[in-house]
């Protein structure tokens, strides 16, 4: 028994769970530094649509991304009801614009199945695969190209 | 912080800071010598610095460092000991070396090219001869043609000689040295043995260990210290060369060094001393020489040496007086900074929120909260102030390019410098070293001329270059000036005609052609020299001023010289800007670039083409651009007059009117980087975040009025985007 649980725990992580509309996404949890509520952010010049602007993160500057939006899914104004998951991608600190956080999941790679051909070419640049969850879809994201590197990224 | 992981390079890297440091004392106090302005104890420090130097890169194994230092510190300590003269040079050879060995330093830490083995050797060789061959002659040539050593034997009171004496070495036959190590000693991992060694170096040493307070083997306690030793030292060296191999142990053990006059000094020296290498004893018998030839009336005489001793060994003490400073990781201090911001902010969130809530000024909370602010401006100005660093550090790299300089072309130079300790943020401490080499250069290449043009001139073969730090007005500023021959503004139009950087039948003030020489792709050296050309100009030290926030402007008076004068912030963390808003938004406009503002009436607002519109500004049609359009924050434009227009100066001189709708005020704010978790937006130089804790947008001014420009010369892509 013993020598089962660390290969067990070894392929395990631990994910968050969150929602934007009716869709259910997750990201690695260690990339996610803290969850705070929506404030009204500084929108940005000439900024792609989906960057909401920034806000003050304690003292520091930090870029907020309606993750719908950069999904390519339909997108509403934030309200205070709305989320800010702070994350941790490449180096820098990105908060990300979701609907609400659902759950805390664990996941072992083996569950997590391949992208189906039917999503569009935006949704697979971020989804790397989905799984199920008591019957739920919940699509696994990749967050490292989520920020543009350059306006010609961007474009 | 890959260095902390191995404590080691961590050890060094305390070393090269170290070093750094030595190194300037190292160059300071060898100027303070040429300069003559030196007593003994600028030749202790100096020798201490390269003292040091050596110790620590031994511990590195650092060899090539460690071989030229010892060269190096060989010929000081027979300064230090009053043996050689510290003629002009000596002086220049030992500049020369303390140039090498910081080359020595860099190369060890990996920072530089290896050193020029060529010059490190001849040095080697130059200041080998200097410590033995040619120079004790020249020693002796010195002493016996002063008319003091003459007049000296004839004099009938021995006090006299005894001062004169003084600066002669403190010679004595030999020395008993006790030797009672504490326990602290060897805990500090210090060995007994190796001392000894580094005792019997200067000469054969009979060692007699006293080992009767050693107890029992039951009643030994194994950290403790019990023995002592006395140690007979024949040799002819004065009191501070036997302590100096005491040096690192001197407060850990009782230490006594008595001289042992016995015999006279002038037999036992060639007696004691037959294994010790011939040009050392030479120098040695050299040094003593004139003492004993002028010595009959010397029976008296004798007993001086005691007392000179006592003052060559208590001249080190002034040096233990180290400055109470600490080492702290640059981090830390960026870190505290941070969060003393970030308590700003709150602290001005709370009042805002406070003076909301309606509470009367005179409540406790109010009054409390002013005391909070007034402590929160204090932390802030503190933490400030550790970041301040005196330009020394810039300042002091200065003199050896001055001379590195002056030999390459020839001239003669002599720097002067002032307000040194002058404070700046470190930031700008580091990003103002580029701009003054670059100045400095030029003054000396372009700006001075030849001894013999100098002389032909009137004035004296040695040019002066200086450089000066003062703070004025919130800002500092530092001078470059040179007493040459000022800016020949016949050339400089001349060559800005020939570049088409200005038309021939311009009409310019000498203020302007002087500063033609800041444009871009303007060089007045006629070849391009190894010095100040390599195709960077005085457009790139403007530029880098620029980017610091600074600003740079020059005087010149035709055969008198040029002065540079460069205005600095004391900090790059914060900036003085305009708190404006342009459709709902709040932003920044640096108050460097404001000219003045004003509310357009609607007679002066002109419309070139139909769209572009300018307006009339002191005579001249400037180009009014609105913000709030051009940032892509409405899509309409604002009517001009019921707006605000900033007008604004680029970098470059140009003009522009910056459409707002309102002025908010005046404020200071605290810089934050887009980058660090964006990227670059065009438009935008920084943000920061105002009292009610929200971010704004610092704007970019050159990008901007360079945007509405680009944007007017091509209509259609205003239309596409």
Known sequence: MSDIVPTAAAAARELIAFRIGRQEFCVDIMSVREIRGWTPATPLPRAPGYMKGVINLRGAVLPIVDLGARLGLSTSEPTARHVIMVAHIGGRTVGLLVDAVSDIIQLTEDAVQPTPDVASDQVRTFVKGIFAVDGRMISLLELEWIVPESEAEAA | MTDAADPFEAIKVTFFQECDELLGDLETGLLAIEAGSADDETINAVFRAV??????????????????????????????????????????????????????????????????????????????????????????????????????????????????????????????????????????????????????????????????????????????????????????????????????????????????????????????????????????????????????????????????????????????????????????????????????????????????????????????????????????????????????????????????????????????????????????????????THMIRNAIDHGLEMPEDRLAAGKSGEGTVRLAALHRSGRIVIEISDDGRGINRERVRGIAVSRGLIVEDAVLTDDEIDNLIFLPGFSTADAISDISGRGVGMDVVRKSIQALGGRISIASVPGKGSTFTLSLPLTLAVLDGMVVSAADQTLVAPLTAIVESLTPRPGDVHYVGGHDAVILFREQFTPLIDVGMVMGFRDAALTPSDGVAVIVETESGARAALLFDAIQGQRQVVIKSLETNYRQVEGVAAATILGDGRVALILDVDAIVANARRRSARPELKLAS
């Open chain 2, 51 to 436: 003292h040091s130097v050596k110790g620590g890169a031994g511990a590195f194994g650092l060899e090539d460092l460690v071989r030229f230092a010892h060269v190096f510190e060989t010929l000081l300590d027979e300064l230090r000991a009053g043996r050689k003269p510290c003629d002009p040079p000596t002086v220049k050879a030992l500049l020369r070396a303390s140039d090498v060995l910081a080359d020595h330093v860099s190369a060890a830490r990996g920072q530089a090219a290896p050193v020029d083995e060529a010059r490190s050797a001849a040095l080697v060789a130059e200041l080998e001869a200097l410590t033995h061959g040619g120079a004790a002659p020249a020693a002796i040539a010195d002493v016996l043609a002063l008319p003091e050593a003459d007049e000296f034997g004839f004099r009938p009171v021995a006090f006299d000689f005894s001062t004169l004496a003084a600066p002669e070495p403190a010679a004595a036959s030999g020395w008993r040295v006790t030797f009672r190590p504490h326990a602290r000693m060897y805990a500090k991992a210090n060995e007994t043995a190796l001392l000894l060694r580094e005792l019997s170096r200067l000469g054969p040493v009979e060692v007699a260990l006293d080992a009767s307070a050693l107890p029992d083997l039951a009643e030994l306690v194994a950290e403790e210290a019990y023995l002592t030793w006395t140690l007979d030292l024949a040799a002819v060296v004065d009191e501070a060369s036997v302590r100096e191999a005491f040096d690192f142990v001197e407060a850990d053990c009782d230490l006594t060094v008595e001289a042992l006059s016995d015999a006279p000094a002038a037999t036992d020296a060639p007696d004691s001393a037959p294994d010790l290498d011939i040009a050392a004893l030479l120098a040695r018998a050299t040094a003593e020489a004139p003492v004993i030839e002028s010595a009959p009336p010397v029976v008296e005489v004798a007993p001086v040496v005691p007392v000179a001793a006592p003052t060559a060994a208590a001249t080190p003490a002034p040096a233990a007086q180290a400055a109470v400073t600490i080492r702290v990781d640059l981090d830390r201090v960026d870190r505290l900074i941070n969060v003393v911001g970030e308590l700003v902010i709150q602290q001005a969130m709370l009042a805002q929120r406070v003076i909301e809530s309606g509470l009367a000024r005179s409540s406790g909370i109010s009054v409390g909260l002013e005391d909070l602010e007034l402590l929160t401006r204090e932390i802030q100005d503190s933490v400030m102030a550790i970041r301040a660093q005196p330009v020394k550090s810039v300042f002091q790299r200065m003199p050896r390019l001055v001379r590195e300089v002056g030999e390459m072309t020839g001239k003669r130079v002599r720097l002067l410098t002032e307000g040194e300790a002058t404070e700046v943020d470190k930031t700008v401490v580091e990003r103002l070293a580029e701009p003054i």
